[in-house]
């Protein structure tokens, strides 16, 4: 089936340093990858959505400059968190969709727990 | 806008019963998916069960099942059978098929604890 392979699975910074999260679908191709931030026993809130050779949309009140998407191929897409703050700290996960499985839900990554102190 | 509301955060069930997860949702559209996903401790998130609202038969997948009443917008799952490795948390999610993101609406999860 459907992979996503999300790396690395724990990151810790310091703060006001950068952090890249990568997000790639081993085995599928992906024109739309979702960006999510889950806080510890809350829901996933969606932080924005990642399309393959365009810029992200970016959901209410998600900082556009503070979190980088890039999405430059079918099988990646990576989100920098920049000039990190304790608050960032937080698990994030990204999911992928094919092309053709929109039917089937969207696969998602292992997630990574970053911890900036 | 999409909402999801899971009323129970938390959950128990002796192994080998069934216990029924609820969750209803608000949308004014006609064509949309209903999912159940779970997590883990490894904070994974599965893929349980699926639902096309179009489609009025109930989905299942083994002991996983579901209650899909559009038109009360309830969507409830049944787990049979309860295993201890169903010890998760479990989001219904929304998906409206009528805009072109298709991204999920996850509702505050449920967290499901299997008793020995």
């Known amino acids: 089936g459907a992979v996503v392979s999300q790396h690395p699975s724990w990151v810790i910074c310091k703060s006001g340093t950068s952090v890249k999260i990568e997000c790639r679908s081993l085995?599928?191709?992906?024109?739309?990858m979702f960006w999510y931030r889950q806080f510890p026993k809350q829901s996933l809130m969606l932080m924005a959505t990642?399309?393959?050779?365009?810029?992200?949309?970016?959901e209410q009140g998600v900082e556009k400059d503070k979190f980088l998407i890039n999405h430059a191929s079918l099988t990646l897409s990576t989100l920098t968190v920049t000039s990190a703050h304790p608050e960032d700290s937080s698990f994030y996960i990204c999911?992928?969709?094919?092309?053709?499985?929109?039917?089937?839900?969207?696969?998602f990554g292992s997630g990574t727990r970053l911890t900036v102190v | 806008a999409q909402t999801v509301t899971q009323s129970q955060p938390e959950m128990s069930v002796q192994e080998a019963e069934t216990v029924t997860l609820s969750c209803t949702y608000d949308?004014?559209?006609?064509?949309?998916?209903l999912f159940w996903y779970k997590q883990p401790p490894s904070r994974q998130m599965i893929l349980v069960i699926r639902?096309?609202?179009?489609?009025?038969q109930n989905a299942t997948e083994n002991r996983f099942s579901v209650n899909f009443q559009k038109a009360a917008k309830s969507f409830s799952l049944k787990i049979s059978d309860s295993q201890l490795g169903d010890t998760a948390m479990y989001f219904c999610?929304?998906?409206?098929?009528?805009?072109?993101?298709?991204?999920?609406?996850f509702g505050t999860g449920t967290r499901l604890t299997v008793i020995p």
């Open positions: 999911s992928a969709r094919e092309l053709k499985g929109i039917i089937y839900g969207y696969t």
């Open positions: 085995d599928f191709q992906a024109t739309t």
């Open positions: 990642s399309n393959e050779g365009s810029k992200a949309t970016y």
């Open positions: 949308t004014s559209e006609n064509n949309y998916y």
């Open positions: 639902q096309e609202a179009y489609k009025q």
């Open positions: 999610a929304f998906m409206n098929l009528q805009t072109g993101a298709n991204n999920l609406f």
